[in-house]
């Protein structure tokens, strides 16, 4: 018995292996055009960041990259991610992005306790053995090998299970994905009777997107998507009135403490919805009338789609997922921490400089244009500190929203009045007060959709930055 068995077994190896190669070579032809996505966790507090692999999946879609951008031109985020060919180090693809890990790790709560966060890198499917390499920016903006791992494609552990597929809804198409910015608006907190209301607040979103520049002259070289799974209940978490829904995105208001600031913790929920478009960037439209919103670099940015300002927001917040555009106001509260120590910030929309050589948008500053640039700051603090008083007092008092938003109004009102008014008004310099910081740092014009919810375009470092994002997205510019 023993011999014969083992005779059978000599016999299959053979033909086994033979069906084994003959499978990874039909899978590596499947997943040629395909996304790939590798998810791991990222945990972190006192003294400790880690890395650790939770899977590699093959997306359903196909990558909806130009093949000419897959290495990214300019060293941009807190974090940047490299594949690598293992035999000779090839840099293949790489993107720069931030993340929730690295805006917690500026709160005071990461100064006592750790946190684990889930986190998603996604590149186009590998020919061959690849290194996925993540560095990491020092205080001095100096980038650091952090975690390195080694993904190989033959491997029967990547993931090749579709998620529950989900419907889309094409709100704009202009062209193959390849050759496009794709969009993708993702609804979170509206019940299946409220689709209608999700497809009208998407639509209304991507008009007020395509009403401003650069993306109105960039229309043709934009396709957005929508999704959005039906919750059970309506509206998101906002645990600082004790409201708590369980959401597709899992969505929620009070990040970090702030009330205004929302995001979702769930990545791979929000991945495994997200897989059935095409998308590079993605805003999640939460079904709420409460002032909210975030955006975070190369991750995703969030709307309160029913407030009054969800047009303003939604822009604003894009501008900090597409391009990094930091944020120009100083005077809002905000749950991070002061830097340690002054250095020049990477976001290309502000500077810790008034060297006028040393300016990243040097290039657009008048040469008569005084360096600071002056502006009516201490006019526009005083109003503003009795602006941020009255907000705190209306969210302490459970005020309803329109009260808010008629602050807001006032604000608004007062600033265009004040900026209108000023010597340069229109001109480009360093304008002091800016990403959180009403003296070490510097913006490039008086006002933008990066510093005030005014009725005004975005700067001009800030439209470039996000023309020329655009351009390497869709293959305009060669690298
Ligand atoms: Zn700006």
Same mark, same amino acid.
């Given at each position: 018995m023993m011999q014969s068995k083992l005779s059978r077994s000599a016999l299959c190896f053979p033909a086994l292996f033979l069906v084994l190669a003959w499978l990874s070579m039909q899978m590596a032809a499947q997943d040629a055009h395909k996304t790939w996505r590798l998810d791991y966790f990222h945990t972190g507090g006192p003294g400790l960041e880690a890395f650790s692999l939770d899977r590699v999946v093959v997306e359903p879609l196909a990558w909806p990259g130009h093949p000419s951008g897959n290495i990214e031109p300019r060293e941009t985020g807190v974090y940047r991610f490299e594949i690598r060919?293992?035999?000779?180090?090839?840099?293949?693809f790489s993107r720069g992005y931030s993340s929730i890990f690295g805006e917690w790790?500026?709160?005071?709560e990461a100064g006592d306790f750790n946190r684990t966060f889930h986190e998603s890198l996604r590149f186009p499917a590998p020919a061959g053995p690849v290194e996925v390499v993540i560095n990491k920016r020092d205080p001095k903006g100096i980038f650091h090998q952090v975690w390195r791992t080694v993904v190989d494609?033959?491997?029967?552990?990547i993931d090749r299970a579709s998620p529950p597929k989900q419907a889309v809804v094409e709100?704009?198409?202009? %062209?193959?994905p390849s050759e496009k910015v794709d969009i993708l608006l993702l609804g979170d907190g509206y019940t299946a009777k409220e689709r209608g209301k999700f497809v009208k607040d998407a639509r209304r979103l991507t008009e007020t997107l395509f009403r401003t520049e650069p993306f109105k002259s960039r229309r043709k070289d934009i396709n957005v998507w929508a999704l959005c799974p039906p919750s059970a209940e309506s509206g998101v978490s906002r645990p600082s009135t004790g409201v708590y829904r369980t959401t597709p995105i899992g969505a929620t208001y009070d990040v970090f403490g702030s009330e205004r600031y929302v995001l979702t913790m769930e990545n791979r929920a929000m991945r495994e919805i997200a897989c059935w478009a095409p998308y590079e960037f993605v805003e999640i439209l939460v079904n709420n009338e409460t002032y909210g919103g975030g955006g975070i670099y190369n991750l995703f940015s969030t709307v309160?789609? %029913?407030?009054?300002?969800a047009n303003y927001i939604f822009v604003h917040e894009f501008g900090h997922h597409m391009a990094g555009l930091a944020d120009e106001y100083y005077t809002s509260p905000v749950a991070y921490q002061p830097p340690s120590e002054i250095v020049e910030p990477w976001e290309p929309n502000v500077t810790a400089t008034t060297e006028r050589g040393m300016i990243k948008w040097k290039d657009l500053i008048g040469a008569t244009t005084p360096l600071p640039t002056p502006w009516p700051k201490e006019e526009f603090e005083t109003f503003s500190r009795g602006i941020q008083e009255r907000r705190r007092q209306i969210r302490a008092e459970r005020r309803p929203e329109s009260v808010m938003s008629a602050l807001f109004r006032e604000e608004q009102e007062h600033e265009m009045k004040l900026f209108g008014a000023a010597p340069f008004a229109s001109a480009i310099g360093a304008f002091q007060g800016a990403n959180y910081d009403a003296k070490a740092f510097y913006r490039p014009q008086v006002d933008c959709i990066m510093f005030t919810r005014n009725e005004v375009p975005f700067c001009a470092a800030c439209n470039r930055a996000l023309s020329e994002v655009m351009d390497w997205v869709t293959g305009k510019k060669a690298r």
């Open positions: 060919d293992t035999s000779n180090h090839l840099l293949l790790t500026s709160t005071l494609p033959k491997s029967i552990f709100i704009e198409r202009n %062209g193959d309160a789609a %029913g407030n009054d300002w």
